[in-house]
Structure formats: structure tokens, C-alpha cells
């Protein structure tokens, strides 16, 4: 707006003082008339600049409001982004080492089966179900059953050894007595066998068998033993030339318990592990 006055002021005003100075006799009259269709027509030029002037300002000011009310960006995303503005995405293998803040991510952020086998891993193709430590065969059993004449399989190993465990009435007359019974056989003669029972009512009893063959069957744990003790047993087959095959030792741990009741009278449970493969 003031800028549409400093324009009238300039053309206007001067124009108006010319005509002033002129009086009506003037033989200039007549050039005074031009003169105030010039000034008419340059004053409809000012109210139209005038016009022109406002619509500017309020373009400005529009303007004004716009930059001071922030509006989220539209448009194609670029660099690490994919995706249009307001709501890009990260795109695939964007996010390097560098971009991740060191020790930020944890479990939950890894699909475990995605990752590939660790190159250096000797058994990693066995480390899902640990069926081998470190090159050795590693097997939990456990059994539970009540009074019957049927042995029940704890273990096998593909050097020979087997396990099988039984539950059987160890006084035939009443009242009923449970006990239970381990065996040990092997199918490589002239293997070795040691079996330990350690009792808590009773002292320890033990086999030592450096002939142990296909035909025996060696009781760990007989019906005679105390209610409950822990077996240790430790067998290596022999070679094809009857020597004893030092890679091929087989170490069990069980313990055994004999004051169960109904379906688990008798319950056996365990570990071993060894150079073989144990089923």
C-alpha cells in the first residue's frame, strides 16, 4: 500500500501543481485539459497498481503461514530409502556394519535359521541336537516301568555295549518287592567291562571283566542291591585282533531307584558318552 502512495505522490502530485500554476485564461488551457486526462489516467494506473500491490502482499504473507507450518515432504525417497515420501523404507541390504551401533542388537532381532553353518565348527552339523561334543557321542536315557519279565532297552552303542533294565519282584512271596535289574552285553568279544555300584544301606560292588564276550550277559544291578545307588559303568570293545580299541571307550552314568510306586516302581535314568555313536 505504500508503495501504491509514493507512486501517486510522484506522478500525480506534480502534475496537479502544474495545473494549479496555470490560471483559466491561460492560453495553455487547452494543454491543461491534456494534462488532467493524463493525471485521470495515471491515477486509474495507480488504483490498479494499488490492487496489483495488495494481492502480492497477501501472496507473501500466505507464503509466511506455509513455511511456519511444517508439512511432511511427498515425493520419490532416495539414497538408503525406497518408496515415496511421507512414508519411505529402508532398502534391502542398505543397512551395513557401519550404519548399526555396536552391541545394539540382540536375540530377537536374529532369525536364528537364517544364519548360515559357522565354517570353523568341526560337528556343527550335529550341534542342533548335541548328539556330539567335541567328536564324542553324548546320549541322555531314563526308564520307569512297574514289576514285569520283559527288559526294557536303555541304550546301544555301535562299538557293541547295550543296556537294558528291568523291573522284577525280588522276594516272589508277599508282600511284593520291587527291584531293579541291569544288563550289560556286547557284541566284540574279549571287551572290556567295569561296572561300579555305589549304595547308600550297603557297600559298593563292582565287575571287572577284561574278557567280556558276545555270549555274556553281566548284571550291573542285580535284585540283592540296596533300594537306590548310582552305576558307573565304563566299556571299550576290542580290535579285530583282540586287542582293546582305545578310541572306542564308553563311559555310562545311572542311577537307579527302587521305591517308586504303580506304572514307576522301578526307574532308571542316566547319561553316557562315548567315541561310538549311541542310540
Known sequence: MLGALAVFALVVLPLAVANAAGGSGDPGASASASTKKK???LTGQVGDLSAQVGELNQEIEALKGEQDDARPPT??????LGGSYPDPSIKANAVGSSEVADDSL????????SLG??????????????STVDGVSARSFEYAGAISGSPNALMSVTSGLSLTAMCVDGDPG???????EVRASTTFNSSF?????????????????????????????????????VITIV???SAPNGSLNSDDVTTVTLAYDETGS??????????????????
Not at 553353518?117 to 548335541?130: F, H, K, Q, Y
Request: with cysteine; glycine share 8%; charged share 15%.
Open 39 to 41: 493525471i485521470k489516467k
Open 75 to 80: 515425493g520419490p525417497a532416495g539414497g538408503d
Open 106 to 113: 540382540t536375540a530377537a532381532d536374529i532369525l536364528e535359521p
Open 117 to 130: 553353518e559357522v565354517p570353523s565348527a568341526t560337528n556343527a552339523d550335529s550341534a542342533a541336537n548335541a
Open 174 to 180: 508277599a508282600p511284593v518287592e520291587p527291584d531293579v
Open 193 to 229: 567291562l567295569h561296572s561300579v555300584v555305589t549304595q547308600v544301606s550297603s557297600a559298593a560292588t563292582q565287575i571287572h571283566d577284561t574278557s567280556f564276550n558276545i555270549a555274556d550277559s553281566s548284571v550291573a544291578v542285580d535284585p540283592t542291591e540296596s533300594l537306590f545307588g
Open 235 to 237: 566299556y571299550r570293545r
Open 262 to 279: 504303580g506304572s514307576s516302581t522301578c526307574q532308571v535314568q542316566g547319561t553316557a558318552m562315548g567315541g561310538a555313536d549311541i542310540n
